[in-house]
């Protein structure tokens, strides 16, 4: 079966530095997402990779490994509005995308 | 409108009612999806478009249909709702089968 791995939740400090994993076990894969989920909000696009390595984009960097079917997000300079789910997605060989359950940010002062 | 819409925001619905949940699109994206979203599960596709006048099953689509009778529209029925249907809804979109996707703001529906 297809199977996205993500820790439920996390908390972390204002300012600091805080990596989100993610694993897959997908019947292909044509590239892997992460997306940010407000409470009772849309999920919103941030990165995407589909080469092995890392894609930095402002305070947000999300990096790949096919080969251990393992990603991350990294986050810095946390600020209070970062607190949010952070939702992987991969999108395998039908070209649908299999979604983790998200993980839960929790920042604190 | 911007983006995708949705409608309606929420829902209380009597088990056994049919519901149309209404989706519109502006950016001209080819494929369009269905999600639902509950509580602990990852989202799960009930059906997709891949473009106007095809649809396919995704991974949960008993007890639901679609139509996509042209590139802007996505409406998802429910034929006879069951409890178990109760969830939040997102409608989303891409310009086709690969990018990214973009979401509509969701329609939470409760089925008593």
């Known amino acids: 079966g297809q199977n996205i791995d993500q820790p439920t939740e996390m908390t972390a400090t204002e300012g600091a530095i805080v990596q989100i994993n993610c694993t897959y076990q997908?019947?292909?894969?044509?590239?892997l997402f992460w997306y940010q989920q407000h409470a009772g909000e849309a999920p919103t696009f941030l990165s995407y990779?589909?080469l092995d390595g890392l894609e930095e984009k402002g305070r947000f960097s999300s990096f790949l490994s096919r080969s251990k079917g393992y990603s991350y997000l990294l986050l810095k300079e946390l600020q209070m509005k970062d607190s949010a789910s952070y939702l992987c997605?991969?999108?395998?060989?039908?070209?649908?995308?299999?979604w983790g359950a998200g993980t839960k940010l929790i920042i604190k002062p | 409108i911007a983006g995708i819409t949705q409608a309606p925001t929420s829902q209380i619905l009597a088990a056994g009612r049919r519901m149309t949940l209404r989706c519109t699109q502006d950016?001209?994206?080819?494929?369009m999806y269905w999600y639902r979203q509950d509580l602990g599960l990852g989202l799960r596709l009930i059906h997709y478009?891949?473009?106007?006048?095809?649809?396919g099953k995704g991974e949960v689509p008993d007890g639901y249909s679609v139509s996509r009778a042209n590139t802007d529209d996505f409406p998802l029925t429910l034929a006879s709702a069951v409890p178990s249907q109760t969830s939040v809804y997102f409608c989303?979109?891409?310009?086709?089968?690969?990018?990214?996707?973009?979401f509509g703001p969701g329609t939470r529906l409760t089925v008593l």
């Open positions: 997605a991969v999108r395998d060989s039908n070209y649908q995308l299999i």
């Open positions: 478009s891949n473009t106007a006048g095809t649809t």
């Open positions: 997908t019947s292909g894969f044509n590239g």
């Open positions: 990779n589909v």
């Open positions: 989303a979109s891409s310009p086709g089968g690969e990018g990214e996707q973009f």
């Open positions: 950016m001209r994206h080819n494929a």
